[in-house]
């Protein structure tokens, strides 16, 4: 049982320690049995928390596995064992602070630690199973609005640790703070699963059940046209009965931020004829934009430099991502920030008529706490604004703390975004977005390996928390380097883990055999995974009954060689 407080806190300008229940600073009241635990900080003086967590002893075998619920959707998120180590940014990004920082930007690098044999840590969920059982045990917040919940375990030294994320929270004198409201469930995956998502954490099933279709982005990458995207889509026509959404990626504006400032040379009819000729084919209309995000470059961040974030420590304006040459942070509780970002969604589903929005580069809200807020509260306040501005109109969330947006988006990406390379290689034309996406840098950047696992291993949030987005796979031979086994691989692991299917290929270019492939893939069937674990170092055994019939699919990483011919 969690017996041991350790916390860190701001008294004016004195930073204290307080490892007792009933202090200096504050009186915590903990309750915790076999079920649950909750925990109710009250303050006895004005305070800044900067750091909470309890702490226990929990013995871990050899058999023992801990499921690290990564910090957002993209981080990598699998079960690990006391051998394992979970690796954080490259070695290179710690040569300086400032290519650390850069290097860090989508992840939680900056207040959390990697690299040490044994150590992991979850964000908002994770759960206990010993090797080869099907029985879990979870613990899982109910709501991270007053701030992220980490669960984090040293396997090597018998350690369980709670941690509240509580870093720049402000508390006056008598105010009261829930800081822990976990439930402990054990069980079965699925019946664990349905107690925690529906009945404890209260999300509803999702207006979502399955998307099958396209996005431009991992062929042509910003290098979309009109011509290209009518073209592309006319090329679905042989598989249009598996066909239901068809999304334009990024590359149709001027700059990031800028999103009704159209490049008219690229779209000369404009965004609503691109929707309205989709709406043709009968397919759902879906567009890509980051809400939160202004190119450098981009009119917007020139012309309303108040609207952006500055960092806590200097003052400075904050980059929110690395992506376009860096994109800055607009401040969601700006008032003009708000009425800017309405408008947007208001023309692009209402005027231009898109029926469903991408959201991508969410966490670049909650990078830093700020007005007295945790980065938990300050991204649940960002998903609920996006909520309410898109009205019922779909969201497919990306690039988001998952606890944020469970039970509220739509759909939402699982995984980092896959990799046109199964494995890095130095032949062809290495661009830019090649190198990126082939490279591992951090738990974030692309790698079809790592959406792969994420895929995998979060397949339990699908129709529970959301819609699972596993990101796309390939059918195409042109600008790719996968093997046909490997595309075959990569398209079954997705329709079977996930329900939002997308391809960026021209399908026009298909022989028959791809089509079949193709609509083999997108088809709605009735999959349920039965059991998922890895069975060596680089190899996953991935168990899933296919309209009733039980099948075995096993992997490996590295190769893509796998039994995927069996079960096709």
Not at 227 to 253: K, P
Not at 365 to 374: D, L
Not at 446 to 452: C, G, K, R, V
Request: aromatic share 14%; net charge negative.
């Amino acid at each position: 049982m969690f017996e041991k407080l350790k916390s860190q806190i701001l008294i004016g300008k004195a930073l204290v320690n307080q490892n007792d229940f009933d202090g200096r600073a504050f009186s915590f009241d903990f309750k915790q049995d076999k079920n649950s635990i909750k925990g109710v900080l009250k303050a006895k003086c004005d305070i800044v928390m900067k750091s909470f967590e309890m702490e226990c002893e929990k013995d871990f075998d050899d058999d023992d596995l801990f499921f690290a619920n990564g910090y957002q959707a993209w981080t990598t998120t699998r079960e690990f064992s006391k051998n394992d180590t979970f690796k954080g940014l490259i070695k290179a990004a710690g040569i300086n602070k400032s290519l650390k920082h850069f290097a860090g930007l989508s992840g939680d690098y900056h207040f959390e630690k990697y690299g040490e044999e044994g150590k992991f840590h979850a964000y908002t969920y994770c759960y206990f199973r010993e090797k080869g059982e099907k029985e879990i045990k979870l613990y899982g917040s109910r709501s991270e609005r007053n701030g992220f919940t980490i669960f984090a375990v040293d396997m090597k030294n018998d350690k369980f640790v709670l941690k509240k994320d509580v870093d720049g929270l402000k508390l006056t004198a008598g105010q009261e703070y829930e800081i822990f409201d976990i439930a402990i469930i054990k069980g079965d995956m699925d019946e664990v699963m349905d107690k925690y998502f529906f009945d404890f954490v209260g999300c509803k099933k999702p207006a979502i059940d399955h998307l099958s279709g396209y996005t431009s982005w991992y062929n042509y990458f910003q290098d979309i046209s009109e011509d290209i995207i009518l073209r592309d889509l006319n090329g679905l026509d042989r598989a249009s009965d598996e066909v239901n959404i068809f999304q334009v990626d990024d590359g149709y504006q001027q700059a990031v931020g800028d999103w009704l400032l159209i490049d008219e040379k690229k779209f000369p009819n404009g965004m609503k004829y691109i929707a309205d000729e989709i709406h043709k084919k009968g397919y759902k209309a879906g567009i890509w934009l980051a809400p939160f995000s202004a190119q450098v470059s981009s009119k917007i961040a020139n012309e309303h430099p108040d609207w952006l974030l500055t960092h806590n420590r200097n003052g400075k304006k904050m980059l929110g991502c690395q992506g376009w040459g860096g994109a800055y942070t607009l401040d969601i509780y700006n008032p003009e920030v708000r009425a800017y970002i309405k408008n947007v969604f208001d023309t692009v589903l209402n005027d231009w008529g898109f029926d469903m929005v991408k959201l991508d580069f969410l966490y670049s809200q909650c990078i830093e706490p700020r007005n007295g807020k945790t980065r938990g509260e300050i991204m649940c306040d960002g998903v609920d604004f996006l909520r309410e501005v898109c009205g019922d109109k779909w969201i497919l969330g990306c690039g988001v703390p998952l606890g944020a947006c469970m039970g509220i988006f739509d759909a939402c990406r699982i995984s980092c975004d896959a990799s046109k390379n199964w494995k890095f290689t130095l032949k062809g034309n290495l661009s830019v977005n090649t190198l990126v996406s082939s490279i591992r840098i951090n738990c974030e950047n692309p790698s079809s390996q790592n959406a792969i696992i994420n895929t995998i291993f979060r397949n339990h949030l699908d129709g529970r928390a959301f819609c699972n987005d596993p990101d796309v796979f390939f059918l195409r031979d042109i600008n790719i380097n996968y093997t046909m086994e490997q595309k075959l691989l990569h398209g079954k692991i997705n329709s079977v883990c996930g329900n939002v299917l997308f391809v960026s290929d021209n399908a026009g270019d298909f022989d028959e055999e791809r089509i079949g492939y193709l609509k083999e893939f997108f088809k709605d069937k009735d999959y349920k995974v039965t059991f998922a674990e890895y069975v060596g170092k680089e190899d996953i055994r991935l168990d899933f009954t296919e309209n009733g019939e039980e099948k075995s699919l096993i992997f490996n990483l590295i190769t893509g060689e796998s039994n995927i011919r069996e079960v096709l």
